[in-house]
């Protein structure tokens, strides 16, 4: 037996390495803008072919940290030079680190108890899947659990409905959230299967339980998130085909139809940031529209999932202009983080709570938490970017799963309060 699950190790392991040697040779850097002319030089870095950035800069003191491919390493420290923008190298061998804690993830994987949903490995798709059939079979007064679409390679994208009397009152508040648009940041679908045990096995919180209607699709891009457990680790776009075979894939979070295109995404299908061919181009995104859209009068707040730097932004992210409600978004915003911050870990990053342009300095249109508010008509839209840890960012250890999600739950509760006192 051992040697057959060594084997499978080896091969599946194979198999992922083959797949990332994109990253040979390539180097990891930290750039610290300080002046406003820096900050307008890293921005364009963006531009340059492969160029991947993990982390943008803030005027908040945080840096960038920016993947660079090997044919790309003379042009980035050429502009960078100068520039005289400080900069500095990380990662010599971005490879063979990531290489290794894809190891690591196999290793806790193998470690997990078999059938039952994890939060000391990261679940793959069908799992996430078959926890909520069981939870719907086995709460059945509680739990709907219904298909809202099928992704390009097959597979179904499912929404939760948790609600403790039916889901059809009228009176009561829906909150929707989704997570895992982007494949890589595994830690958001992880995140929305704990809200979900919370909501459902292991009600501590009654009130927050009985009192909203939860709407949450754990895992809304599962062709990518699929793609980056069995190939390419850093993929974060979906799968899709319909505008280049050999660079596939849609930036979900620039795909909403609203302010489409104007600022921080591409037209070109090899980049990560393709805002898609159209607005709605892909099944992951119209499925989240339909969903709002269908339920638009109970629909009183929006949680995007998303990963990484301990973030909680509110809208407008297409331009950093603020909607009508900015001081409520603001004050709940610095309520949900100091919750979070409350029971994180010793040394672990405090949120940073703004406007989402103004917060990650840099404007991004077409997002879901701007379409949420603006066309979808939910005032308290968010996105939440949960911690960061491993070499990456994205690559969050398992070990450090449960806490995480312990933490941000705290957060969770402070929104969730609120819907119902407003509601009330
Ligand atoms: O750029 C994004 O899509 C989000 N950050 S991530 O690192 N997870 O990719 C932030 C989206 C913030 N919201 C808007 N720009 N509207
Ligand atoms: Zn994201």
């Not at 803030?58 to 660079?68: H, K, M, Q, Y």
């Not at 960012?393 to 799963?401: A, E, K, N």
């Amino acid at each position: 037996m051992m040697k057959v699950l060594a084997l499978l190790f080896f091969v599946a392991f194979a198999f992922v390495q083959a797949n990332n040697d994109y990253l040979e040779g390539s180097k990891v850097y930290t750039v610290r803008p300080m002046t406003k002319k820096d900050q307008l030089i890293v921005a364009g870095l963006d531009n340059i072919p492969g160029v991947d950035v993990w982390q943008h800069a803030s005027i908040f003191g945080r840096e960038a940290r920016i993947l660079v491919p090997k044919d790309s390493l003379t042009t980035f420290e050429s502009v960078l030079r100068s520039s005289s923008v400080q900069y500095e190298v990380i990662m010599e061998d971005p490879k063979s680190v990531i290489e290794e804690e894809i190891k690591q993830q196999e290793l806790a994987r193998m470690k997990r108890v078999p059938g039952r949903i994890s939060f000391t490995s990261y679940n793959r798709h069908a799992e996430i899947n078959s926890y909520l059939d069981d939870l719907a079979r086995q709460y059945p007064t509680r739990v709907k659990v219904e298909t809202l679409g099928r992704t390009v390679n097959g597979r179904d994208i499912k929404v939760i409905k948790i609600s403790s009397d039916g889901g059809n009152n009228p009176n009561k508040p829906i909150i929707v959230s989704d997570a895992g648009i982007h494949a890589r940041e595994w830690i958001a679908p992880a995140n929305a299967l704990y809200m979900i045990r919370k909501l459902v096995e292991d009600i501590t919180e009654s009130d927050v339980a009985n009192n909203i209607d939860w709407f949450i699709i754990p895992l809304i891009n599962p062709d990518g998130y699929e793609y980056s457990h069995t190939n390419t680790r850093l993929w974060r776009k979906t799968r899709s085909t319909a505008s280049s075979t050999t660079c596939p894939g849609v930036d979900g979070n620039r795909n909403f139809d609203f302010k489409w295109m104007q600022s921080g995404s591409s037209s070109s299908p090899c980049s990560d940031i393709f805002a898609g061919p159209t607005p709605f181009s892909e099944i992951e995104t119209r499925v989240l529209r339909d969903l709002i859209n269908a339920n638009k009068a109970r629909v009183k707040a929006y949680l995007a999932i998303h990963s990484y730097g301990s973030y909680f932004l509110y809208p407008y992210g297409y331009d950093g202009s603020n909607p009508s409600n900015v001081a409520e978004l603001r004050s709940l915003g610095v309520q949900v983080g100091n919750a979070i911050d409350a029971l994180a870990a010793s040394g672990s990053t405090k949120y940073l709570v703004g406007n989402s342009a103004v917060a990650l300095n840099y404007a991004a249109a077409g997002a879901s938490d701007d379409w949420a508010m603006g066309v979808g008509g939910v005032s308290l839209s968010y996105t939440l970017e949960l911690p960061g840890g491993g070499s990456a960012g994205f690559d969050l250890p398992p070990s450090r799963i449960n806490q995480v999600v312990r933490e941000t739950w705290g957060g969770i509760l402070v929104l969730a309060r609120y819907v119902i006192n407003k509601a009330a």
